[in-house]
């Protein structure tokens, strides 16, 4: 079974400022995906960036890149230029590669950036 | 841009009360699941879907739970008798192939009383 940790309970980063949120995950597969989704104050679910393993180039969408350390296990999400409206719960995820998979999460961060 | 829709938003309801929680998924999306988070948790899977059938689905899916494609448009999420543990937010989402990216609905904010 996978598992993912987001150890951090919550952040603050000043407006402007670049933010990095951890996260790590156990697996014994080769292939497989791995998101960050933003769950802002309205709930809603929504992608912010999508990693496949077999790739060595970390993602990158606008202000958000990633760090993705296979060897360690480990996937981070960096904010460049934080945005007010970057303030929401950040969820790690983990997807194995196969046919219909379910996503895995973590528990979440909650990321505040202030003015 | 296309988007997964969900209704209600919010359904209040009895214990014991049978709820019919609704999605529709993007129009060319084949995959479909339902996952849901207790307030202050995290998202935990519920069930998946493809071609008429559950794929997979979790411990929580029991037999309170079923799933149906009742049209070539329509996704639903039935609890049968519904207890007071089964209040939480409920997602819905879909994707076009198995890999690839799942795409979430608005979340169904389920109260029970």
């Known amino acids: 079974a996978q598992t993912v940790t987001q150890s951090q309970p919550e952040m603050s980063v000043q407006e402007a400022e670049t933010v990095t949120l951890s996260c790590t995950y156990d697996?014994?597969?080769?292939?497989?995906?791995l998101f960050w989704y933003k769950q802002p104050p309205s709930r809603q679910m929504i992608l912010v960036i999508r990693q496949e393993a077999y790739k060595q180039q970390n993602a990158t969408e606008n202000r958000f890149s990633v760090n993705f350390q296979k060897a360690a296990k480990s996937f981070s999400l960096k904010i460049s230029d934080s945005q007010l409206g970057d303030t929401a719960m950040y969820f790690c995820a983990f997807m194995k590669d196969g046919a219909n998979s379910k996503l895995t999460f973590g528990k979440g961060i909650t990321l505040s950036v202030r003015p | 841009e296309p988007e997964v829709t969900q209704t209600p938003s919010h359904q209040v309801t009895q214990m014991g009360q049978e709820v019919i929680l609704r999605c529709v998924p993007i129009s060319n999306h084949l995959y479909f699941y339902w996952y849901r988070q207790i307030l202050g948790q995290k998202v935990e899977f519920l069930v998946s879907?493809?071609?008429?059938?559950?794929?997979?689905k979790s411990e929580i899916f029991d037999d309170q739970f079923s799933v149906e494609r009742p049209d070539g448009s329509n996704f639903t999420l039935k609890i049968r008798s519904t207890k007071l543990e089964d209040s939480a937010m409920y997602f819905c989402a879909s994707s076009t192939a198995g890999r690839d990216t799942q795409y979430f609905g608005p979340g169904t904010r389920l109260t029970v009383l």
């Open positions: 879907f493809y071609n008429n059938e559950i794929s997979e």
């Open positions: 697996t014994s597969e080769n292939n497989y995906y």
